[in-house]
């Protein structure tokens, strides 16, 4: 069964650091993509970043990069210079493209920067 | 470019009730994917159309639950007759093509249902 993973309900991080939310995925397909999202308190989805399964190298956009590990089947997404903006709830997916491109996402991670 | 539209925004039924959602896709998205979002959960995939046929329904409660997309535009999901359990957001997603590769989905600003 294909699983996403986020361990963390909560976290806080002071604003202008680095924050790390961890995402974990089991799945046999050797073909997949996996995404974050962002959801504010108005409660649309908000396309952060991509990471390929076939990708070389971590995917990065703007002040979001993604620390993925294939072996270990992780897929962290890192935010930079944190924002009082960044507050939201951020979800881990993943795109199955052999099983017709279902997505399952993650329970999610509540973030909180704090001024 | 119009992002995905949805309507109602909220709505508050009682147990047993009919309920239905409307969804327009972004212009040209042949892919159209219906969410539920129980609170304090990830959205779960309800159904997947692509164009106006069904790509999956695996997770959609048949006995209560439909959805449709006659002419691969905008689609309507009702659930007859509505559960206390269905009190959730409904997210409805569009995305250009099948969803390959990069491809994201976008999504609509969702419709919260209370069912007392």
């Known amino acids: 069964a294909q699983k996403i993973t986020q361990t963390q309900p909560g976290m806080f991080v002071q604003e202008k650091e680095a924050v790390t939310l961890d995402c974990t995925y089991d799945?046999?397909?050797?073909?997949?993509?996996l995404f974050w999202y962002k959801q504010p308190s108005s409660g649309e989805m908000i396309f952060l970043i991509y990471q390929g399964s076939y990708d070389q190298q971590n995917a990065t956009e703007g002040r979001y990069s993604l620390n993925f590990q294939k072996a270990r089947k992780s897929a962290n997404l890192v935010i930079s210079a944190s924002q009082l903006g960044d507050s939201a709830m951020y979800f881990c997916a993943m795109r199955y493209t052999n099983t017709g491109n279902q997505f399952y996402f993650g329970t999610g991670t509540s973030l909180t920067v704090i001024p | 470019e119009a992002g995905v539209a949805q309507s109602p925004r909220y709505k508050i039924i009682e147990k047993r009730q009919s309920v239905a959602f409307w969804c327009n896709p972004i212009s040209g998205h042949a892919t159209l994917y219906w969410y539920q979002q129980i609170l304090g959960q990830g959205p779960k995939l309800l159904i997947q159309?692509?164009?106006?046929?069904?790509?999956?329904d695996s997770q959609l409660p048949k006995d209560r639950f439909s959805a449709e997309r006659l002419k691969g535009v905008d689609s309507t999901l009702k659930i007859q007759p509505a559960k206390l359990e269905d009190s959730a957001v409904y997210l409805c997603?569009?995305?250009?093509?099948?969803?390959?590769?990069?491809?994201?989905?976008?999504f609509g600003p969702g419709t919260r249902l209370l069912v007392l």
């Open positions: 799945t046999s397909d050797p073909s997949y993509g």
């Open positions: 159309f692509q164009n106006n046929g069904v790509v999956d």
């Open positions: 997603a569009s995305s250009y093509h099948r969803g390959m590769g990069p491809e994201t989905q976008y």
